[in-house]
């Protein structure tokens, strides 16, 4: 049987040729310098250790580690920590399954540290990648192709090879049967072929951004013989099958769960592994509560805290081992990355079609009061969706900013041609007048009538608004806008719901508002995609919380994607910013400096903490003395 692949490649009888020459056997490895050549598309293209999005690769061919690793760190201890954020179907509180790769059920955090991936990222830059199961990538003389050569001791926990096909198959389920965060950012991988045991062929349609292949690069990969007979796509708490630094061992449904570190790990040795997985146990504790998480740490049941609540922060460090240094508090610098936390509030609810119900809704909430009453003044506002980063807009429009916007003119508010939107600034007093009254105009504007205490719509619509949220802590937070709201006539409620509901119901889009926070890459390409696009609005599981449809939010999504250098790439973002900060989908949160970590006194950790990620399972070790 004889298939002619896109590569110039024919498979025929078990042998592989090209131009009628034999390349290799299908069942063996061949090393791809050596047979780049030989392929269609890549003749005379430089095999490479590492791989950077629009710039030079920080460290060279032969580098020995990561500079924020120590490779002199002892191994051996274990790390005790209870997750603290909320990342789709990973959930901080309980856990349900050990599939945290699709859409079902309550993943536990860190299951990342089992799996193995073809290249790992350098948090100490924005947008590399170097080789992990991959110890060299070929990009194609047009750019759309990347051959990669497997290292051939590259095994799984069993002991078993992992080949191009557990990678072929892995990436295939991803795009066909994965959460949102991979359907969406695969639709775009043409095709994905095993050219032998250690060489893999991925494709890319032309229309990709620079960052797909860095995604692809990224994925984690499975075993294909593991899920022969098994659903990828069932919730369970089967242990997977994997390959990384960790294996899980024992856990409680909703308890705990700890990782183990595998002994003879394939690639420990590896440069961009030395000086990290340290601890022989990871493990993570589930509380329903924060306090009662709190009080597990005091007393030593947990050795890690990174503290989320400023008034326990500043008043509530002042127990025994506090106060006699076991347990050190520390602040480390946050990210250089985009981030945002806020509440988005559901579009595909009628009664929040209307930007000017929405704008309305924003001014009714006293950031100023909240941050010095209940934040001890800790926190600064956010204003965009790509805040603390170069990407967020800033001012006016100017430039290829201005340049982007422009052919959408008639189709924008003439605001996004003003200065960017920033949240309003309250007195203070926890209910300013002028914002509530400038918020009971828009509401008059957009059709809102008030009579019996309430505001309808022509139809006889009520205007209500549920704020769901997964912990009673905020129902001290957003007290005071409820009392806002009702103020001006909405009939306003806090919903608390547990941790399995709170997840069903956001993956659904069955709210009113709902908070959230999300850290983005440090050069992000589909994130805009799936926060702001009419084809995530829909798609259950997306990130685009707000159901955000408008084909001029679209069109400056596909520019963001189809950037090929930083100068586009950043003004698009800017662009794309700007108009949908001007759409007010959502109330701006707040966010932080620094890292607040509370830490037992029995780890250190690497002189330098990187710009792009806080790696501390993986980077800190414990104490010898």
């Keep these: 049987m004889t298939k002619q692949t896109q590569t110039g490649i024919t498979r025929r009888e078990g042998l592989l040729f090209a131009g009628g020459t034999v390349l290799s056997l299908a069942a063996g490895p061949v090393h791809a310098q050596t047979l780049v050549s030989q392929v269609e598309g890549f003749t ?20 020995s580690h990561f500079d924020y690793a120590n490779p002199s760190a002892p191994k051996g201890g274990r790390f005790v920590l209870a997750p603290g954020s909320w990342f789709h179907n990973q959930n901080p509180q309980t ?42 990538i070929t990009v194609s003389e047009d750019g759309n192709s990347f051959l990669f050569s497997l290292r051939p001791n590259a095994r799984f926990h069993d002991g078993t090879p992992l080949t191009a096909e557990d990678v072929v198959f892995s990436l295939t389920t991803l795009k066909e049967k994965g959460h949102p965060d991979y359907t969406q950012s695969f639709r775009k991988v043409m095709a994905l072929e095993a050219l032998d045991e250690g060489r893999l062929l991925v494709t890319l349609d032309g229309t990709q951004s620079r960052g797909l292949i860095f995604e692809v690069a990224g994925a984690p990969i499975f075993s294909k013989a593991y899920y022969a007979d098994r659903d990828f796509t069932a919730s369970t708490m089967d242990p997977p099958l994997a390959s990384g630094p960790y294996r899980i061992g024992r856990f409680d449904a909703g308890t705990f769960l700890e990782y183990e570190r595998v002994e003879d790990y394939w690639a420990k040795d590896l440069p961009i592994m030395r000086g990290q997985a340290n601890f022989d146990v990871v493990r993570v504790e589930f509380y329903r509560e924060r306090q009662t998480a709190f009080e597990a740490f005091k007393k030593g049941n947990m050795t890690f805290r990174q503290e989320f609540t400023s008034k326990t922060w500043e008043t509530e460090y002042n127990f025994p081992a506090a106060l006699d240094g076991r347990i050190k508090k520390v602040l480390f610098p946050a990210e250089l990355r985009p981030r945002f936390q806020g509440s988005f509030l559901n579009t595909r609810r009628q009664k929040f079609a209307d930007p000017r119900t929405r704008e309305a809704l924003v001014l009714c909430f006293d950031y100023e009061w909240v941050n010095e009453n209940l934040f001890f003044n800790a926190y600064s506002r956010v204003s965009s969706y790509v805040e603390g980063s170069i990407y967020k807009a800033e001012g006016v429009a100017s430039g290829m900013e201005l340049a982007l916007l422009e052919p959408f003119r008639d189709q924008l508010p003439e605001a996004v041609f003003g200065e960017a939107y920033l949240p309003p600034v309250s007195d203070g007093s926890g209910r300013d007048r002028s914002l509530l009254r400038r918020a009971s105009e828009l509401l008059s504007e957009a059709g809102w009538q008030r009579r019996d205490g309430g505001l309808y719509s022509v139809n006889g619509q009520k205007l209500t608004m549920e704020i769901m949220v997964r912990s009673p802590v905020f129902e001290r937070v957003y007290g005071k806008y409820v009392d806002s709201l009702r103020a001006v006539g909405i009939e306003a409620t806090i919903r608390v719901v547990d941790p399995a509901q709170f997840q069903a119901r956001s993956s659904v889009f069955d709210y009113d508002m709902v908070g ?17 696009s009419s084809r995530s609005a829909d798609l259950e599981g997306s990130n685009n919380w707000a159901g955000i449809k408008d084909p001029v939010v679209d069109a400056l999504t596909e520019i963001v994607e189809a950037a090929k250098d930083r100068e586009t790439h950043q003004a698009a973002w800017r662009a794309l910013d700007r108009v949908v900060r001007a759409g007010h989908y959502w109330l701006p949160g707040w966010y932080s400096a620094n890292h607040r970590i509370a830490v037992w006194d029995k780890y250190e950790w690497p002189d330098t903490k990187p710009d792009y990620y806080f790696p501390v399972e993986t980077t800190w070790w414990s104490k010898t003395t």
């Design 95 to 136: 856990f349900n399954t050990l599939n945290g790769y699709v859409t079902k059920g309550d993943a536990p955090p860190r299951l990342e540290l089992i799996f193995d991936s073809l290249m790992a990222r350098a948090h100490d830059e924005p947008d590399a990648v170097y080789g992990l199961v991959a110890d060299s």
């Design 44 to 63: 005379d293209q430089p095999a490479r250790h590492g791989l950077s999005i629009f710039g030079d690769l920080k460290y060279p061919a032969g580098f």
């Design 516 to 532: 959230t926070a999300l850290s983005l890459g440090a050069t992000p390409f589909s994130s805009a995609d799936q926060l702001f």
